[in-house]
């Protein structure tokens, strides 16, 4: 625990030193922040997250199987309109961001219109693994 302290963050947005010197001047730096009685964090890591279920987490109830047929599937369906699927991936990657998710393993749709990359990407490093083509064999 450091009381109080100064970080000194590079362009790219890592932390390259610290100190507990209260004689930091935070006026100096070129972007300074105080956050008196504030707990900094690293960001969090989400190792499996589903991006079509934006919309409907916290919404199961009962078994799997059900809920994936009422609620998940007739939601993953409307990606096949573009326009919604990236409202959702908007909605998506804003959510990450505020709950302070800075890296994610983020599984997709099958809808191919849902495949079209967000207008922006707040969590630069996230990465999704590649949809499904064809049969599994099942």
Known sequence: WV????????????????SR???ANPETAKLPVTAPACVWTPGFVDTHVHFPQTRVIARSSGALLPWLDQT?????SRFSDAAYARTVA????????QSGTTCASIYGSSQIEALTPAP???????????????????
């Open 90 to 97: 908007e909605e998506f990657c804003r959510q990450l961001v």
């Open 72 to 76: 998940v599937f007739p939601e993953e």
């Open 120 to 138: 922006y990407n707040p969590a630069p490093c996230c990465c999704s693994p590649p949809p499904l083509s064809g049969s599994l064999g099942l």
């Open 3 to 18: 009381p109080d302290g100064f970080l000194r963050i590079d362009a790219h947005g890592k932390i390259r030193d610290w």
């Open 21 to 23: 010197d209260a004689g």
